[in-house]
């Protein structure tokens, strides 16, 4: 497809190189096309700009999906952390969420690395300037200098970087990222395309150098001991792990954060724009729960090569000497030195309503939104994004089926239903409450949920299929086998069922049944279906309805202005999303049953002409009736 | 809420007039509706399914009932039916505390109460229905959609609505702080809730549930008959034509103003149509205690009314009358017509009365059985809004059970909250649904939040 000795001509560009674009490229060379990943900073490929970790809860669920597609981000997490901690032990099974701490550089280069080696993807360093468009489809870019790069699908991954903007108090700095630049002319070349863009905000704490941090002070907090690899790929975590350390602030620090407040740009109005409520600055956090006496602080190694430390937990944009101020207050930091300051960074996004489910963009075919661009937060949500991104711009330009991951499939189809059906209000972040189905959206078993998914859209190599192909077969044949071996009138699957019985109870029940060749990721898989299997049952009723209406599509052309019994609120919400199915239709906020009721008859009005036949008519019922009523007598009267 | 429209479920619905009849009958539609009909029905013939429209005569077992219900049930294959699926009609005696019995039978064994209007949709749907008639029907859902809750209350649960807010919010609370617990667990001071305080508190909200019940079941009207309210300034002669409307002295009159503190409720028919009639205290600012309960019961019964007759007499031209509650419908009467007319121009579309000569008594009659008949037929069905409120209690009382249960089980948060969510759902039915993001609110607000 690609003409090999052109270089600025390829099948796919992707625009920007961080967790989003670095997916994107990945997949769509991987699925055989010629791909660009354009880049600001050929550096910063895979540049965790924020805290040096990947997961969390929700979160790392995200990683394990993404891994099972045949995206990269688990792997390059495996490879490159220094600590693995698997959150939520003590809770059931589905809220287990792996979560590690990367070295920074390690995973920046080995991503770079992964896109260097891989065939069809050519890394170049260009600023993208604006968006080419042909005909009403995107045909390329143009980069700074006027060079141009013509391609059927643009992936947009531009980050924190579309006209972003530093604050550290009363210092304002143009730029995506400490020591980065900012991209100004894509955000008016969008604009005049017709696409709404608004403004976003985040946040960052100070960094330490580790030699002045007094560690004997403070509570470490170590790595799991049998750590829980992200990739399927992967068979088991070597490397040492890393501490990390936690302390605390007190009322001395927030006496100080409060006496400025009115030199923090949140306050004092030089930011005008919406952060996230889940992931507050410090003196957010001191103006809100004013009655706390302290908050935690984990201070987190940046990496192995580095004494860099991240302090997690007082995310400011106050200015530099109020910084300098409070760092000593803190126990463990009295002699801490600030290697970089906090700072707040705003930035353009684009309403992610503007975007198909499969992330291209409604007004311009051919051009695709993924990661902060579309208001998320988060290393995990971008990368996911990214993939779905990748994915889908591959498939449209081969001219394939596209890609519809949905709620009930995985936390990466809640995101992306959530994004493009309800619009964000504050920057989006996963949590579990989000997913309906989360009983089901486990981190344990995202390679039976995607990886036939992966491996239909060609992302899914044969090292890969073979080793799901035999896991999900032991999966199977286990449960099978415990399902048909019955002790005294019960199945073994059904002993396992019980709140009390534990894997060995069930070895003890039964020694005769062949549990050679099962191993432990296998055993865990069937106990947790047993355990579940009630809950479960009825999530996957509820995904059964759920889907009844998903399944029920809305013509892409419907025109609601040709329905005059929509309410106006109804009618703009539609025009605005224009969902794709009943589901999903019902799913945006405001509409109400009467609206979906109109739809309903809309739709059926649009297809085939009303019957005049009419058997329980009331003027035909009536007379039935009446003869019911001569037959039944006085019988039905006498109670 | 959309799930609550899906064509698949099979419904079912009280589909009789409203208002005590000699026979009423509910309806069923959907896949599982011959099965839904035939549990619990005794005839001669088995309880094979039919492959033509058939009528099968015998008896209902009706919970809390002993005796069995004589009742018919009419079976109909789809696609030739008026919703183009499978139909059933359970026709039995029409009083409407069994009725509400025989729906509730058929909503445990697995029919969802029908939302107004969906029989006709679904007829719409199938192809069975033209637009216009679709239309039609799709217009009262839409007028009925903002109010059906407030009128629902407002009708069948006067003084409940602020208690079930006051729950949901207490739930609300409740799984914020669950979702708090699982969703932040590495990155928040969220303290941890203790099992027995969970276990306490979901047995406190089920207790106050079946409490809300209970009222909901009591204030349900028996009869189901409509209710016209008498309302109007003190000394208007409210109590007069209260009893004049009777055919007999019920009511105390006297020429004071404020001789009626208490509110009096008699059966009155009007043209055939039996409503319940009551009378009560005279619009007034309260001087003193009693004077303050019986505005109060003034207030509840002027809520709950199908209808208001808003009296004004010649003597108490000056003093205001009430204006009619909102979305109630109402009739403007004059009374004491004999002592005096009123200006034709300011009272040209009111019925002039006179509970002493007997003048206007017919038409103020008929008036209120038009009125009634009108009103009920664009609501839904009093007996049905009453009973839709009531499984929404039911539902959530039963998830809330299965969640004490679960947690008795040593079960997880996360399958607690499930339960709870459910619960919320069917809250949510009656009080306003909660999304997501009303639980995310909530967990920022009370919890310091984010690493």
Request: include cysteine.
């Given at each position: 497809m690609t003409r090999k000795h052109d270089p600025y001509r390829f099948d796919v560009v992707v625009v920007g190189a961080g967790h989003a674009g670095l997916e994107a490229a990945l997949a769509a060379s991987r699925m055989g096309l010629g791909t660009a990943l354009l880049t600001l900073n050929c550096d910063t490929v895979g540049q965790m700009s924020c805290n040096p970790a990947i997961g969390g809860v929700a979160k790392g669920q995200i990683v394990r999906e993404i891994d099972a597609l045949g995206g990269a981000m688990g792997i390059l997490t495996d490879a490159t952390a220094i600590q693995f901690r698997l959150l939520n032990r003590g809770k059931g099974p589905a809220m287990h969420s792996p979560r590690a701490q990367c070295d920074k550089k390690a995973y920046q280069f080995l991503a770079k690395l992964t896109v260097e080696r891989q065939q069809n993807l050519t890394l170049r360093q260009e600023m993208v300037e604006s968006i080419e468009v042909e005909s009403g489809r995107v045909a390329g870019v143009r980069c700074r200098g006027g060079i141009q790069y013509r391609a059927r699908a643009v992936v947009l991954t531009t980050g924190t970087f579309l006209q972003a903007l530093m604050?550290?108090?009363?210092?304002?700095?143009?730029?995506?990222?400490?020591?980065?630049?900012?991209?100004?002319?894509?955000?008016?070349?969008?604009?005049?395309?017709?696409?709404?863009?608004?403004?976003?905000?985040?946040?960052?704490?100070?960094?330490?150098?580790?030699?002045?941090?007094?560690?004997?002070?403070?509570?470490?907090?170590?790595?799991?001991?049998?750590?829980?690899?992200?990739?399927?790929?992967?068979?088991?975590?070597?490397?040492?792990?890393?501490?990390?350390?936690?302390?605390?602030?007190?009322?001395?620090?927030?006496?100080?954060?409060?006496?400025?407040?009115?030199?923090?740009?949140?306050?004092?109005?030089?930011?005008?724009?919406?952060?996230?409520?889940?992931?507050?600055?410090?003196?957010?956090?001191?103006?809100?729960?004013?009655?706390?006496?302290?908050?935690?602080?984990?201070?987190?190694?940046?990496?192995?090569?580095?004494?860099?430390?991240?302090?997690?937990?007082?995310?400011?944009s106050l200015p530099r000497d109020v910084q300098e101020a409070i760092i000593p207050l803190i126990p463990g930091l009295e002699h801490a030195e600030i290697m970089r300051y906090g700072y707040a960074v705003e930035y353009d996004y684009a309403p992610p309503e503007q975007l198909r489910a499969t992330l291209e963009t409604k007004a311009l075919p051919g051009l695709y939104f993924a990661g902060q661009i579309n208001g998320t937060t988060g290393y995990e949500e971008a990368a996911?994004?990214?993939?779905?991104?990748?994915?889908?711009?591959?498939?449209?330009?081969?001219?394939?089926?596209?890609?519809?991951?949905?709620?009930?499939?995985?936390?990466?189809?809640?995101?992306?239903?959530?994004?493009?059906?309800?619009?964000?209000?504050?920057?989006?972040?996963?949590?579990?409450?989000?997913?309906?189905?989360?009983?089901?959206?486990?981190?344990?078993?995202?390679?039976?949920?995607?990886?036939?998914?992966?491996?239909?859209?060609?992302?899914?190599?044969?090292?890969?299929?073979?080793?799901?192909?035999?896991?999900?077969?032991?999966?199977?044949?286990?449960?099978?086998?415990?399902?048909?071996?019955?002790?005294?009138?019960?199945?073994?699957?059904?002993?396992?069922?019980?709140?009390?019985?534990?894997?060995?109870?069930?070895?003890?029940?039964?020694?005769?049944?062949?549990?050679?060749?099962?191993?432990?990721?296998?055993?865990?898989?069937?106990?947790?279906?047993?355990?579940?299997?009630?809950?479960?049952?009825?999530?996957?009723e509820q995904i059964e309805r759920f889907r009844r209406l998903e399944d029920k599509p809305i013509p892409a052309d419907l025109d609601y202005r040709a329905i005059p019994q929509l309410r106006a609120e109804a009618r703009e919400k539609f025009e605005r999303i224009r969902p794709r199915s009943l589901g999903q239709a019902g799913r945006i906020s405001g509409i109400s049953p009467a609206d979906m009721a109109t739809l309903l008859i809309q739709l059926k009005r649009g297809g085939s002409p009303a019957s005049t036949v009419n058997p329980l008519d009331p003027d035909v019922t009536t007379p039935i009736l009446g003869k019911l009523e001569r037959q039944s007598g006085e019988s039905a009267c006498s109670t | 809420?959309?799930?609550?429209?899906?064509?698949?479920?099979?419904?079912?619905?009280?589909?009789?007039?409203?208002?005590?009849?000699?026979?009423?009958?509910?309806?069923?539609?959907?896949?599982?509706?011959?099965?839904?009909?035939?549990?619990?029905?005794?005839?001669?013939?088995?309880?094979?399914?039919?492959?033509?429209?058939?009528?099968?005569?015998?008896?209902?077992?009706?919970?809390?009932?002993?005796?069995?219900?004589?009742?018919?049930?009419?079976?109909?294959?789809?696609?030739?039916?008026?919703?183009?699926?499978?139909?059933?009609?359970?026709?039995?005696?029409?009083?409407?505390?069994?009725?509400?019995?025989?729906?509730?039978?058929?909503?445990?064994?697995?029919?969802?109460?029908?939302?107004?209007?969906?029989?006709?949709?679904?007829?719409?749907?199938?192809?069975?229905?033209?637009?216009?008639?679709?239309?039609?029907?799709?217009?009262?859902?839409?007028?009925?959609?903002?109010?059906?809750?407030?009128?629902?209350?407002?009708?069948?649960?006067?003084?409940?609505?602020?208690?079930?807010?006051?729950?949901?919010?207490?739930?609300?609370?409740?799984?914020?702080?669950?979702?708090?617990?699982?969703?932040?667990?590495?990155?928040?001071?969220?303290?941890?809730?203790?099992?027995?305080?969970?276990?306490?508190?979901?047995?406190?909200?089920?207790?106050?549930?079946?409490?809300?019940?209970?009222?909901?079941?009591?204030?349900?009207?028996?009869?189901?008959?409509?209710?016209?309210?008498?309302?109007?300034?003190?000394?208007?002669?409210?109590?007069?034509?209260?009893?004049?409307?009777?055919?007999?002295?019920?009511?105390?009159?006297?020429?004071?103003?404020?001789?009626?503190?208490?509110?009096?409720?008699?059966?009155?028919?009007?043209?055939?149509?039996?409503?319940?009639?009551?009378?009560?205290?005279?619009?007034?600012?309260?001087?003193?205690?009693?004077?303050?309960?019986?505005?109060?019961?003034?207030?509840?019964?002027?809520?709950?009314?199908?209808?208001?007759?808003?009296?004004?007499?010649?003597?108490?031209?000056?003093?205001?009358?009430?204006?009619?509650?909102?979305?109630?419908?109402?009739?403007?009467?004059?009374?004491?017509?004999?002592?005096?007319?009123?200006d034709p121009s300011r009272a040209a579309a009111a019925i002039l009365t006179s509970a002493a000569t007997g003048e206007g008594l017919v038409e103020l009659r008929a008036g209120i059985a038009r009125l009634v008949r009108d009103s009920n037929a664009e609501a839904d069905l009093p007996a049905s809004t009453g009973a839709r409120c009531r499984d929404s209690l039911v539902g959530a009382k039963v998830a809330l059970g299965s969640a004490s249960q679960t947690l008795r089980d040593g079960g997880g948060e996360e399958l607690v909250a499930l339960d709870l969510r459910l619960a919320l759902d069917e809250l949510g039915k009656v009080v306003g649904a909660v999304v997501t993001d009303d639980i995310l609110d909530r967990i920022f607000q009370r919890f310091c939040i984010g690493k």
């Open positions: 604050h550290t108090g009363e210092v304002k700095t143009p730029g995506g990222r400490g020591g980065d630049v900012a991209a100004t002319g894509l955000s008016r070349s969008l604009f005049e395309l017709g696409f709404e863009l608004r403004r976003f905000k985040t946040g960052t704490p100070p960094r330490l150098n580790g030699r002045t941090i007094d560690f004997e002070r403070l509570e470490p907090q170590p790595g799991d001991s049998d750590p829980v690899p992200f990739s399927f790929l992967t068979d088991r975590i070597t490397q040492n792990q890393v501490d990390c350390h936690i302390t605390y602030t007190n009322p001395a620090v927030h006496d100080i954060i409060r006496d400025n407040l009115h030199r923090a740009p949140m306050y004092s109005g030089q930011i005008q724009s919406t952060g996230p409520r889940y992931c507050p600055s410090i003196e957010d956090k001191i103006v809100r729960f004013a009655d706390r006496q302290a908050h935690q602080i984990f201070l987190e190694p940046e990496g192995r090569n580095t004494l860099e430390y991240y302090c997690n937990g007082i995310s400011t996911s994004q990214g993939l779905i991104a990748g994915i889908n711009a591959a498939l449209a330009v081969q001219d394939q089926a596209p890609l519809l991951v949905d709620r009930s499939q995985a936390y990466l189809g809640v995101l992306i239903d959530d994004l493009v059906t309800r619009g964000v209000d504050e920057p989006y972040r996963m949590f579990t409450s989000r997913a309906e189905y989360r009983l089901l959206l486990r981190h344990d078993n995202a390679d039976l949920r995607l990886t036939e998914l992966g491996r239909q859209v060609g992302l899914v190599d044969d090292q890969r299929w073979a080793r799901f192909e035999t896991r999900r077969d032991a999966i199977a044949r286990l449960r099978e086998t415990l399902k048909t071996t019955r002790v005294r009138g019960n199945s073994l699957f059904q002993w396992l069922r019980r709140p009390e019985s534990t894997w060995e109870d069930l070895l003890r029940l039964e020694h005769a049944f062949d549990r050679e060749g099962f191993s432990r990721d296998v055993i865990t898989q069937v106990i947790i279906e047993a355990k579940y299997n009630g809950y479960i049952g009825r999530q996957v | 809420m959309l799930a609550d429209l899906d064509p698949e479920d099979t419904i079912a619905a009280v589909a009789s007039p409203p208002g005590p009849g000699v026979r009423g009958l509910v309806r069923i539609s959907g896949r599982n509706a011959w099965r839904i009909a035939l549990d619990g029905f005794r005839s001669e013939r088995d309880s094979s399914p039919p492959r033509r429209p058939e009528v099968r005569r015998g008896a209902l077992a009706v919970e809390g009932l002993r005796p069995l219900l004589p009742a018919i049930v009419a079976l109909w294959p789809g696609p030739r039916t008026y919703t183009g699926q499978d139909v059933a009609e359970i026709h039995t005696v029409g009083a409407l505390p069994l009725l509400t019995q025989v729906l509730a039978g058929c909503l445990n064994r697995g029919a969802r109460h029908a939302r107004s209007g969906e029989f006709t949709l679904r007829a719409f749907l199938s192809g069975r229905i033209d637009l216009t008639r679709a239309e039609a029907v799709l217009g009262v859902i839409d007028a009925r959609n903002s109010t059906q809750l407030d009128a629902a209350l407002r009708q069948l649960a006067g003084g409940l609505s602020r208690p079930i807010h006051d729950l949901r919010d207490r739930l609300l609370d409740l799984v914020a702080h669950l979702e708090a617990n699982l969703d932040f667990a590495d990155e928040s001071d969220v303290d941890p809730l203790g099992r027995a305080a969970l276990a306490d508190e979901l047995q406190s909200s089920a207790e106050t549930l079946s409490a809300l019940t209970d009222r909901l079941t009591r204030r349900d009207r028996p009869a189901g008959n409509p209710r016209v309210v008498v309302s109007g300034p003190p000394n208007a002669g409210k109590s007069r034509l209260f009893n004049a409307l009777l055919g007999h002295d019920r009511a105390i009159v006297s020429p004071r103003a404020g001789t009626t503190r208490d509110y009096l409720t008699a059966a009155c028919d009007v043209g055939g149509m039996i409503v319940e009639l009551i009378d009560t205290a005279g619009l007034d600012l309260p001087r003193d205690p009693i004077e303050t309960q019986a505005q109060t019961h003034r207030a509840d019964q002027a809520g709950q009314a199908d209808l208001l007759l808003v009296c004004t007499s010649p003597d108490t031209l000056t003093a205001r009358g009430e204006l009619p509650h909102l979305d109630t419908p109402a009739l403007s009467v004059w009374t004491k017509c004999d002592l005096g007319r009123p």
